[in-house]
């Protein structure tokens, strides 16, 4: 069965940088669309970045030319590149996994635990 296994959560001040990754397993990842969600407490998940089987990228408005996603398919891995960093950031940060391509909808089949990010 898929599993997703995110890492790289911390906490940064204001203006720093973060990258998060994410392990995939359990199926066969190039196969597969990826996405970054997050969720801040008391606020609904949110897409923040996707990455289509050819590469195709897509990103929250509220990211771009900040976040960076890329993945390794070699490694089975996804990633998060996060720059200029600011408080709304601060969330747990989902790895997604799907068949279709799905980009920021939500309904995302496959999903990891999350990993924090605090930004003060």
């Known amino acids: 069965h898929v599993q997703l296994v995110e890492s790289g959560g911390g906490s940064v001040q204001a203006g720093g940088s973060l990258t998060l990754s994410c392990v995939a397993s359990g199926y066969t990842y190039s196969a597969y669309c990826m996405a970054w969600f997050r969720q801040a407490p008391g606020k609904e998940r949110e897409g923040v970045a996707a990455?289509?089987?050819?590469?195709?990228?897509s990103y929250a408005d509220s990211v771009k030319g900040r976040f960076t996603i890329a993945e390794d398919n070699a490694k089975n891995m996804l990633y998060l590149q996060m720059n200029s960093l600011k408080p709304e950031d601060t969330a747990m940060y989902y790895c997604?996994?799907?068949?279709?391509?799905?980009?920021?909808?939500?309904?995302?089949?496959?999903w990891g635990r999350g990993t924090q990010v605090t930004v003060s």
């Open positions: 997604a996994a799907d068949f279709f391509n799905l980009q920021l909808a939500r309904h995302y089949a496959n």
């Open positions: 990455i289509d089987i050819d590469g195709s990228t």
